[in-house]
């Protein structure tokens, strides 16, 4: 099977998969949203966003450097997991104790405690997972059944047991139960394919980890800061129910995300593998931007028109003050699927140092601006800091993209743009100018651009039919 074959085929099973798990927790999102209103999916929100923080210091930048050394040794797979999650798992152990005093000791409900103490489990959850592993080794097949039965037993547990307000610890409870069990499942996997995991406290392989990933892992604290950040300071500066509101449209946006999310994994292998080809890296770097930005550009020019009808029909009119702000954060999903375009082959060519000082300037950029936005206007102000922040990075990939490589693939990001106003703008402006149901609108903008967008070449043929021809 040929390059190519192999990374259609990778991304069309982690698309099938992350469309079929997506699709379901996104229905268990919903459900809660519903369930528990804006107050108890503001407590469900906060605590998502705390233990983002905290899991930062198990993970690091642990992912990339060992999927980056399994895509380029494959061999030395058992060897990079027993270092690996030994060294997580001690990280874990430690992070734990210091989240659960600080939950034990703060000042709030007994219900909001008890919302906190069950996702910190997350922590050592987190500390196990392999999704690394097979992303280095292009066996996405795993990752994909282990998403899709995740969200399938998340849906299922909360369609059952969450059926009013009072149940938001059982829903903190299988936010965490539901991947723990998928992730079981995988070192299950892991077990018959590479052989049992053998812990070990080894100081060189630790030390030999921290060295490239203590790059990475400023890199993801200053991400999360510019993700997360906005949901912590609106639970200090405004009203639990404002972080409801943001967290229901900051979900709706990590729905368009997934394709960039999928396109990352199923490239990173081939983009490591080019380090050192510069015409290698040119052209798998261009191939990458091509596949991301064909999503990427439709999302931002339709997405923020249709902010406010999708939320009203998803979560209900409770919902309905949160339309500004998914409109911004839709608009800003277009610049990260840009960021990724660009930022995805930095860390894949071991550029990971300068990848962190771009990323620090956006998180910079972001407190100052969630401190002085927030205050005044809430979760309109957070969603625009949001923007200004990834606009700020977008300025520093491009410049250490472009001496990487000598160019940026700028005709990535034009190529979609006439299909898109076309063929997706188009048919959702109508749609909603007409009184056509949400679903209906969406349905004709996205089937008015995939055809655009085959009749064009933003889609690749070659390679989608080089995917069929490997189905057959």
Known sequence: MSAGERIVRNAAALTASR????GLNFVVWVHLARVLEPERMGILGFGLSLVGFVVLGVTLGFDA??????????????????????LRLALAVAAAVAYGIGVWAAPISGTYRAVLAVLGLQILARAIRLDWVYVGVERMGVVAVRDVAAAALAAAGALV????????VMAAALVVAAPLLGTLGVWAGYRRDFGRLRLRADRAAWVTLFRPALPLAASAVMIEVYTNL???VLEGFRTTTEVGWYSVAYKAVMLALVPAAVLSQAFFARLSQALGDAE???QRGASYARATLAFGVPIALTGPWLAEPALVWLYGAPYAPAAPALALLLVNAGVIYVNMSL????????????????VASGAVANVVLNLALIPPYGIAGAAAATVASEAVVLVGLVRVYRR?????????LLRPVPAALAGALGPTLWGLGHGWPVAATVAAGAAGYGVLAWATGVVDREGARAWWRARR
């Open 343 to 358: 930022g995805t082959p930095l860390l894949a060519w071991d550029l990971q140092t300068p990848y962190m000082w771009i």
């Open 280 to 282: 290698a890296m040119r």
């Open 65 to 86: 450097v060992g999927t980056r050394e399994v895509a380029r040794a494959p061999d030395r797979v058992p060897e990079m997991v027993s270092a690996l999650v030994s």
């Open 404 to 412: 990487a490589v000598g160019a940026i693939p700028l005709g990535a």
């Open 161 to 168: 047991l969450v059926r009013d307000a009072d149940a938001v």
């Open 230 to 232: 906005d949901t912590l």
């Open 19 to 22: 469309a079929a798990a997506m």
